[in-house]
């Protein structure tokens, strides 16, 4: 097995991670690669995890898919540093997106005080018509509507965009070496999306922030949003960004992303079925390439492949 990490001096010591799974689903294979990775990368950090719900889109996230996912996380025996599944539990948290509008509410503000955030009227259509008459999707910092400089009054069924700048940002990332891309592949960042929800990006920034995380680890679908969230993250007053690892994904077997819709992989169902959390560890360290076959594997011992 080929060693997983490239850039073991710029590991942040005693570094802050988090585990931060959506509850739009049940919990799979996949997360369960995130979770060995990020504990793995932790533990080679002298650092520590904390644990997120992220659920911040009100539409759909649901309070049985968290119920379910922090029962799977207890019968696999993954516990963060903070918080323990029993706080989440027990009411409101700060590591809750949904018990955190206010935070995200102040980081809006703060943004649209210093001329950084604007509302932008335009839809899917409005960038699909700017895209048939110029021959390319919309790039680059703004929107085709040129709402910054409209100056609309926010009002409900609007977006409010980060203004995030244009060209690349860079990155230091510790599983892919050094790293870049745009900032605004699409435009500038919504921060709240036209149903009011405050976006993955601004959720994942302001948490990243006022929780001290300085180690992000996730999948590698997450590459193109790490540009803008550093943009971001630099505007609401961040010295220097965090350190990133990019990892794998599990994907089927055609290649695909695999996602909590995946009931094969649902962790829950496996666990039901009578495979072990061993097993289960084994199988989603095979297939992000950590192990050569599947086989029983400990959590702990998973965690040690990370090196
Ligand atoms: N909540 C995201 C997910 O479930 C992860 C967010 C992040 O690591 O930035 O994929």
């Not at 898919?65 to 409101?92: N, Q, V």
């Not at 435009?187 to 920034?205: F, H, K, M, Q, S």
Request: aromatic share 4%; proline share 7%; net charge neutral.
């Amino acid at each position: 097995m080929t060693d997983a990490i490239r850039l073991v001096a710029a590991m942040p010591k005693g570094a802050t991670t988090r585990f931060a799974p959506a509850p739009t689903g049940r919990l799979h294979l996949g997360h369960l690669a995130n979770a060995i990775f990020v504990c793995g990368l932790a533990r080679r950090a002298g650092g520590r995890v904390l644990l997120r719900i992220e659920d911040h889109d009100r539409q759909r996230c649901r309070a049985e898919y968290e119920a379910a996912l922090l029962d799977d996380l207890d019968r696999l025996g993954i516990a963060a540093d903070e918080p323990s599944t029993g706080e989440l539990r027990r009411g409101p948290s700060s590591y809750r997106q949904s018990d955190n509008g206010a935070a995200y509410h102040a980081a809006a503000d703060a943004l649209r005080a210093q001329g950084h955030a604007y509302a932008c009227d335009c839809s899917r259509s409005t960038f699909e018509t700017w895209s048939a008459a110029n021959g390319r999707p919309w790039s680059g910092a703004g929107c085709p509507g040129g709402c910054r400089d409209r100056r609309l009054d926010d009002a409900p069924g609007l977006t409010v965009r980060g203004a995030v700048g244009d060209g690349d940002a860079s990155w230091v990332d510790v599983l892919r070496g050094p790293s870049s891309g745009p900032a605004t592949p699409a435009g500038d960042l919504p921060i709240r999306d036209r149903n009011g929800n405050w976006t993955y990006a601004l959720c994942v920034v302001v948490d990243d922030l006022r929780h001290g995380v300085d180690l992000v680890v996730r999948g590698d679908d997450l590459l193109e949003a790490t540009p803008a969230q550093i943009r971001l993250g630099r505007l609401l007053g961040r010295q220097s960004p965090p350190v990133f690892a990019h990892h794998p994904l599990v994907r089927r077997p055609d290649g695909s992303k695999l996602s909590k819709a995946d009931g094969a992989t649902a962790v829950g169902e496996l666990l039901d079925a009578g495979r072990t959390p061993e097993e289960l560890f084994g199988e989603a360290a095979h297939r992000v390439g950590l192990l050569p076959t599947s086989r029983p594997t400990s959590f702990d011992e998973a965690l040690a492949l990370i090196r």
